[in-house]
Nanobody
Framework: VQLQASGGGLVQAGGSLRLSCAAS????????MGWFRQGPGKEREFVAT????????YYTDSVKGRFTISRDNAKNTVYLQMNSLKPEDTAVYYC???????????????WGQGTQVTVSS
């Protein structure tokens, strides 16, 4: 199983980035997908999750209205569109695959390698 995250980078506050996570080696449409992040000196925290069919999404409060999670089951890919970025969004972003729809990291079965997002003020 491999989850390949990409799309991170350096952006100014107020800017946008789109993260992608391409999955291989697993039945993608059988897994709920999520994004988590870990900032400097912080623990990994939940950002967003999407159900297998994409009909349910959940977000942490700090990103509601700014971030959008989506998936394309035909491409085995989950996305995180991030708009109106703030310096406090700076973190390594990880995608994960879970058999259970979860807002905590524990139930996630597989993780990607992470992609760095840096937002300058």
């Amino acid at each position: 199983v491999q989850l390949q995250a990409s799309g991170g980078g350096l952006v100014q506050a107020g800017g946008s980035l789109r993260l992608s996570c391409a999955a291989s080696g697993l039945p993608f449409n059988s897994y709920n997908m999520g994004w988590f992040r870990q900032g400097p000196g912080k623990e990994r925290e939940f950002v967003a999750t999407i159900s297998r069919r994409g009909d349910r999404t959940y977000y942490t409060d700090s990103v509601k209205g700014r971030f959008t999670i989506s998936r394309d089951n035909a491409k085995n890919t989950v996305y995180l569109q991030m708009n109106s970025l703030k310096p406090e969004d700076t973190a390594v972003y990880y995608c994960g695959a879970a058999y259970s729809l979860s807002l905590t990291a524990g139930p996630y079965n597989y993780w990607g390698q992470g992609t760095q997002v840096t937002v300058s003020s």
